[in-house]
């Protein structure tokens, strides 16, 4: 299985430009109910912005979001996932990295999004067909 079997489509994702301002960014995430904004550049993630950055870069440190943009947040060239990644390099690189959530790209150009939520729902899908199998294979179990 590859990253672009369970990745979240480019049109699920939400995406802005670096010169969207703050208060702009906080509306797109609160409309489309998602944690993180892709920053991009002509097809290209450039950066990415998470509700956390939000509470610990603005509000914990006294700025103005309505003076910043998405360029004075943003982490900058986020790490990626390439399209065609398996699942088990994707999570070996979002351990290495310490992310949550990773743009996915193919040839270069954003395409989706991944994020640890994902993986956890796949996993749930998982684990179900397994028990299913193991509950089809054995003998019912005996009450007393």
């Known amino acids: 299985m590859t990253v672009k079997d369970i990745a979240r489509p480019r049109e699920e994702l939400v995406s802005a430009s670096p010169d969207t301002s703050l208060p702009e960014l906080a509306q797109l995430m609160d409309e489309r109910k998602v944690g993180c904004v892709v920053i ?19 509000v914990g440190e ?24 398996g699942v088990f390099e994707l999570c070996a690189t979002m351990r290495e990295h310490g992310v949550r959530r990773m743009p996915v790209v193919e040839d270069g150009k954003l395409t989706g999004i991944i994020t640890l939520d994902d993986l956890v729902v796949l996993l749930e899908q998982e684990m179900h067909d397994l028990s299913e199998v193991i509950r089809a294979e054995s003998p019912a179990y005996q009450t007393s």
């Open 62 to 85: 006294g700025k103005d979001p309505t003076e910043l943009t998405a360029a004075d947040v943003m982490h900058r060239d986020p790490h990626t996932a390439d399209a065609d990644d």
């Open 40 to 58: 991009e550049t002509d097809g290209d993630p450039t950066g990415i912005i998470t509700d956390r950055d939000f509470a610990i870069m603005v």
